[in-house]
């Protein structure tokens, strides 16, 4: 992998990478922070899944993350939201299909089948590359995510068990099945069955017995895509049904912006660094 | 003043006004955060002056200094960097001449003296403005900023004795009349006449007999900006002249970007709430 810029922030780097994804075919875009502690030993590692539209440079430069990276002593890996580039299917006019609209998924429909692989992109290709050119400690790995990033970190999580120490989200898209962002791409990509789509819901996985490792969600009341998209009460049902304990806080008055996410980044990692000390 | 936009971020409110302003005779925009605070006595606030290019929108987006401002219960109040609109003179090809580089001086020259009054706009008109329609503190302020920006606070604070309880820049310009960013506006803004220009610099005014209120300023070793544009050697060349004291802290690594402001601003909010507690 090739590293592109190198910047220092709260005593540690912040690194972005370009190298060729085996999964997506194509060449792909990552960065990572390495805090203070990585200077020295190995370091446990946050992956963060990025919402509609973005790179990895929005969480980067919004969240505020770094500086609780570093005094936490963990690593954040901030993978793009889509594979990339002329020969990559998009469909400009759509912000929520194709480049910038991965959804987390291996597709299985032409045309995006040959690139469209962030499922394993995310889950396989990322975590080896990384675990064997950083200082990243092997295999003690927790997994986030915002929106369509969130409904990502909730899928990996439910379908890898022991993959991840620990997971959450902001405002995530809960049950992708039953809102009009999941229906797009997921119709686009895996298929018209709908039932194919139910191996990348969240609320649907743990319908059928997957059990998350422990779960914190964060979900703005005043989020303007709450209603239509992102259905918290589907995957609440889903977790009642089964007796599930489910960390689900409604945050009054908060929007879906990374301003709502710089607000409690700090307790998500918290939650990751407390798990993954205890493994 | 019109209230645009209005974002819950870390207990307080992040708000954007814009208002017709009398110093620059055109519509201006600014953002405003309240700490949770606010909602229940009125407040301190910070005054943030940002670098070229900028709007209202970096320092807010970038920073991450709202969770502090949240904790230490400041208000932080963040200005354009210079009139806008069609009506106001650019030069569209360069960045570091008119809209977004009004360098926080009352423009004395043609075509630039009619709108181009950022330094009545900053010490005059936006705090009066802002006491009287927010729950701040009347009188109880400080100021920062980055760049053309950490040039801007440093001024108002040494030509305002008493305004301002606290100084702080991020690699501030310390000299601009031995820059080519500062000789470039300057010469534009104020006139041909060198000896104009020393009322807003600050190391000429340090020299000429000004006493900043307490002082804090940042500055990275690897600012690719530090040995042509920034000059804190002249800072504190009059600083030692006159023996002042100057906590002037060269960060090994630091860049000249917000990810290097987002290290420290949280150590640069608590030295102007420990000067605004005191007074």
Redesign the interface.
Known sequence: MELLET?????GW?NRYRHASSSCQCAMTFSVYLPPQAQTAKVPAVYWLSGLTCTDDNFR??A?A??YAAELGLALVIPDTSPRGAEVPDVPERYDLGQGAGFYVNATQAPWSRHYRMYDYVTRELPALVEAELPLLPGLRAISGHSMGGHGALVCALREPGLYRSVSAFAPICQPTGCSWGQGCFSAYLGADPTAWRAYDASCLIEAGATPPPLLIDQ?T?DEFLVEQLHPEALAAACAARHLPLNLRLRE???H????I??FI?EHLAHHAACLRES
């Open positions: 910047i220092k922030e709260s005593g912040l430069v919004k505020g770094q500086r703005g005043a008055g908060y929007d912006s990374y301003h709502f710089a607000s700090g």
